[in-house]
T-cell receptor
């Protein structure tokens, strides 16, 4: 499967802990986007990387950080976790850069984080 | 700032009935609007975009700039249309970002 892959699918942890979510974009896609999906707020854009560089930031907390590596996979690091961080975290990719983005994103299946 | 509002979290219709999923937006520039869909156990995927003026799986959506709306419509709903639907707005300019609404869960009853 050459689609967007995310690991882990499910993660349960305790408050105050730190987790790392991993995403591999579709083959050939240079842009990676992270979204948080919660019951109350729908899909919230967190951050975008293009070819290893941060390109756009959304509603990402300071406790969260991300990076994109030379092989184009990306990691989202969530630290000092709180109960409210429980959500489904999606990664998406697109082939073009920020300026040429046409609006079509290819999503992974998501990583469901539960903070107890 | 851009905003997308989907006023209905849940919407239920009977099979064969018309369905309309509402979407309103707020954006000062020239918007491009999209509908994304997530069927059960499938990934979120693009359903249609307003600039292509296409009908996908019987769904259409018209951009109404006067009412700042982009409602998704289908004249005869099918059970397989049951899914989560997200309206999204793509901003113009050099930083083109996709902003999603909160989504509407559509259930088509038999």
């Amino acid at each position: 499967d050459s689609g967007v892959t995310q690991t882990p699918k499910h993660l349960i942890t305790a408050t105050g802990q730190r987790v790392t979510l991993r995403c591999s974009p579709r083959s050939g896609d240079l842009s990676v986007y992270w979204y948080q999906q919660s019951l109350d707020q729908g899909l919230q854009f967190l951050i975008q990387y293009y070819n290893g560089e941060e390109r756009a930031k959304g509603n990402i907390l300071e406790r969260f950080s991300a990076q994109q590596f030379p092989d184009l996979h990306s990691e989202l690091n969530l630290s000092s976790l709180e109960l409210g961080d429980s959500a489904l975290y999606f990664c998406a990719s697109s082939v073009v850069s920020l300026e040429g983005f046409t609006g079509e994103l290819f999503f992974g299946e998501g990583s469901r984080l539960t903070v107890l | 700032a851009q905003r997308v509002t989907q006023p209905e979290k849940l919407l239920s219709v009977f099979k064969g009935a018309p369905v309309e999923l509402k979407c309103n937006y707020s954006y000062s520039g020239s918007p491009e609007l999209f509908w994304y869909v997530q069927y059960s156990r499938q990934r979120l995927q693009l359903l249609l975009r307003h600039i292509s003026r296409e009908s996908i799986k019987g769904f259409t959506a018209d951009l109404n700039k006067g009412e700042t709306s982009f409602h998704l419509k289908k004249p005869f709903a099918q059970e397989e249309d049951s899914a989560m639907y997200y309206c999204a707005l793509l901003s113009s300019g050099s930083a083109r970002q996709l902003t999603f609404g909160s989504g509407t869960q559509l259930t088509v009853l038999p």
